[in-house]
C-alpha cells in the first residue's frame, strides 16, 4: 500500500505542473491578446504611415504614377529657395521664442509655488488656460487684436507709446514678432505646470539650510533650483523644440505664411507642397522627413548641453 501511494505522488504532482502551466499560459494569453490590440492600433496607424512616408520620400511623380527617385529629392532640398526660407523661418521662431517660453514658464512657476501667495490655484489656472484653448479659435483671435486697428494698437496709442498703428500682420518683421508672442502666449502655462510638479518635489529643507547659510533667493535660485529642475528643463526644451519645427496651426491662421513668405514655416510648406501647389507628394514626404533630422539633431545636441551621459 505504502508503495502504491508513492507511485501515485510523482503523477499526481505532474499533473498539478501541467494545469499550473496550462493556467499561467491561459493568463498570458489573455494578457497578450489586450496588448495584442495596441500593438496592431499603433503599427497600422504610427509606424506603416511613416515607413510609407520614407519609402515616399524617394519617389517622384503624381497620382499613381510614382517613381523611384533616389536621392533626388534631398538634393532637392539644398537648391529649393521656399525651403530654406521656410526652414530660416522656423529657426528664427525657434531661437527667439523657445529661451523666452521656458524662462517665462519658470519665472511663473517659481512664483506660483510660494506658500504664502493667495488665489494660487486661479492664477495658476488662468495661465495654464491658453494651454487648452483651440487653436484655430485663438488664432483667429490674435489675428484680430492685432490688426492695424485691432485692441494692440488701440491701447499703444492710447498710452502714447506709438503714434502710427504698427502693422502687425502685413509687415514681416512685426509678423514675425506676433507669430512668436501667439506661440509663447499659449505654450508657456503648459510648461509651467511641469516646472511646478518638479518644484514642489524639492525638499523645502534644502532650502532652509541655504537660508540658514545666508543664501539669498536668487542664489537659491541659482545653486539650487535650476540644477534640481535640469531634467525638466531638458524636457521642455526639446519638446517644444520639436513643437516649434512643426509650427502650423498659428501661422496658417494668422498670417497665412506672408507677407510674402516671410512668415512660412516647414510644416506650412509641407500642406502647400501636397494641397496648395501641384502636388507633390514626394516632395512633400521628404520635407516631412527634414524635419525628423533636424529633431534628432537638434535633440542630440541638447543632451549634450545638459551632459546626458545616455546620449
Known sequence: MKTANTAAGPGKN??????????????????????????????????YPMIQALILSFQTGTGINMKFNG????????????????VTNTFIYLLFQVPIMIILAMFF?????????????????AIFLPAITSLVAYSIVFKYLFAPDGLVNSMLMN????????????????????????????????????????????????????RIDGASAIRQF??????????????????????????????MNITKGGPGNATTTISQYIYNLSFEYSADFGYAATVSYSIVIMIIILSFIQFKVAGDRNA
Open 159 to 210: 498710452i502714447h507709446i506709438i503714434n502710427a498703428p504698427i502693422q502687425w500682420i502685413s509687415d514681416p518683421f512685426w509678423a514675425k514678432v506676433t507669430i512668436i508672442i501667439a506661440i509663447t502666449w499659449r505654450w508657456t502655462g503648459y510648461n509651467m505646470i511641469f516646472y511646478l510638479s518638479g518644484l514642489q518635489n524639492i525638499d523645502q529643507s534644502i532650502y532652509e539650510a541655504a
Open 109 to 125: 512657476s517659481v512664483l506660483l509655488n510660494d506658500r504664502n501667495l493667495k488665489f494660487k490655484g486661479f492664477f495658476r489656472t
Open 14 to 47: 505532474s499533473n498539478t505542473f501541467q494545469s499550473s502551466r496550462s493556467r499561467r499560459f491561459k493568463s498570458g494569453l489573455v494578457g497578450w491578446l489586450f496588448v495584442a490590440a495596441a500593438v496592431i492600433l499603433i503599427a497600422a496607424f504610427y509606424f
Open 71 to 86: 536621392l533626388g529629392n534631398y538634393q532637392r532640398l539644398f537648391t529649393d529657395k521656399m525651403f530654406l526660407t521656410a
Open 222 to 251: 541659482f545653486s539650487i533650483t535650476i540644477p534640481l529642475l535640469k531634467p525638466i528643463i531638458l524636457f521642455t526644451s526639446i519638446t517644444s523644440t520639436i513643437g516649434t519645427l512643426q509650427l502650423f496651426d498659428e501661422v
